[in-house]
């Protein structure tokens, strides 16, 4: 079934396919819809037939039952609240789309058509102020680096790449902030720190992150006093005066894997002597099916057990299921956050994150461990992990650890950072010697096999206990590693926190904009997602 889907001067085919219960869901639909168009993945889309009629899920599958669908998509829409008689317009939510509205006056009285008229020059306003707001920070922005030796060489590479490597990154952040504390003194502004910040996005529009609020969040956020342009500001004012005595309201964060949430339970769940029972009857029974059913309905009990601190750790004895049943993982984190989000990982990794990922990798500083990943994804390391594997782990060089202030303690390295990720056991060894020889720690990925790239099992590390795994390949894999963290409420283990919450909040879209973030996570994100797909295939073509 072909859907006509229009936007602005643009209109496009979208494709949708049957199932066995029908049309696919209205969601999907919506996601195709963005996709197609390139809109950003978080846009809110309205949705509407030739004649203005509004088109949701309720009625989306009858109307494409019907046949000869045409929709017309806006990104936008503004409220507008008529009082006594100068009909003041309120505005919310104004894209850069444009967009016809209709103003309806419930009223005995009619609305004239001269209030009619202000009204739509007063939206017009409206619009037009914020973007001037925009277009003046962006000329702001220009005229800084053009006048500031080096800034033509910023101006130029992203002219050529539409991104900015990470050295030039830190130079426009340090000119930029040379220049406001000249202007505004040692503590520019709030104000002028964002308009800052809106002026790099503006100018640069592919270093806009589409998932924060104003999509400028890495390079000044108001709320935590945080991002690149805060971090300077910080650091030249500790280099040339006393430290400023400023404080910033905190935010409040969701904390990802340990975070209390509301589940979306399908079965009934067992409490009080049925759930004692189920969970005894579990212990003893050999029927897969059986146990999966009964975990579903302790599932509850479970949680609970999860984010008690002396419960915690006896999970795995208390529900020993998850050492012989494949799969309890994966079933747990779905009934955390439904099917659509599970399925994230494997759905989305291998089209879109992965040759993004490989081709970024061009302006990482080459090393033997950086191209020992890049090497597995022409088979050309036969020591090494997989393609898929690789990938993976060179997020972790995209996304190093950081320094956490502690001038005595050594930072680590990416590298050191991979064997908290994974860890490779040859075939014949055993698996329980090499439990037992292991520090306490976070969870790991543990592969069995010939050789890195030729593995027979997987395993997931939890509490010194083998988890086996249900997917029999390197990225089924490390889903259910990352979902482990989840249904047994583990933190990421510290230097991997960037890494885990960037598949957190950006692959899975799990806490999208409750998470904290830090800037670089961000920034890869906007780095990422506002490039072309070819554009990046093309790239690591010429790297091979």
Sequence with gaps: MLVKVRYGESQKYVK?????????????????????LGLPLQSELHLTDESGTEVDADVFEELLQAGNLTVKVSTGQSSVVLQNV???????DLSDTSFSFSVTNASSSAVSDSSDA?????????????????????EMVRDVLQSKLGGEKILQEYATTTTLMDGTRRQMVNLLVADMMEVHGRIPPTHVRETCALGI?????????PYSKNGYEHYYDADGGSGYLAWRIKT??????????????????????KS???????CEQLTGEECREAISFMKHSTDESVVKEKMKATFQCRQAMTRDQQASSTV????????????????????????????????????????????DCKNLHSNVHVDDLLSAQQNSNESGWDSDLSSILLLVHLLPPTSKGHKKSAKMSSYQAVSHVVRYLKIGASVETFLSSLEPGQPFLLCVGEQKNYIQRFYVIVDHKAIPCKGQTSMAAFDELFKAHFIFSVNYHESLTSFYTFIQTTVFNIDIGSAKESPRV????????HTDIWSYIHHWMQIC
């Design 16 to 36: 949708v396919s049957e199932t066995e219960e029908g049309y696919e869901s209205y969601s999907t639909f919506l996601q195709k819809v963005i996709e197609k």
């Design 86 to 92: 100068s009909h003041t317009l309120l505005e919310s």
């Design 118 to 138: 202000r009204i739509v020059v007063e939206r017009d306003s409206g619009v037009k102020r914020v973007h001037a707001d925009r277009e003046s920070a962006k």
């Design 201 to 209: 996005i503006t100018l640069f529009p592919c270093l806009r992150d």
């Design 236 to 257: 030249v004012q500790r280099n040339t005066a006393v430290q400023s005595r400023r404080c910033y309201p905190s935010t409040t964060y969701q904390d990802g894997p």
């Design 260 to 266: 209390k949430r509301d589940f979306l339970l399908t």
């Design 316 to 359: 795995l004895d208390v529900f020993p299921g998850f050492l012989d049943v494949p799969g309890l993982v994966d079933q747990d984190f779905t009934m955390m956050f439904g099917e659509e989000i599970s399925g994230k990982m494997l759905a989305r990794w291998p089209t879109c994150f992965k040759p993004r990922i490989l081709a």
């Design 522 to 529: 961000k920034e890869l994100r906007a780095r990422l997602l």
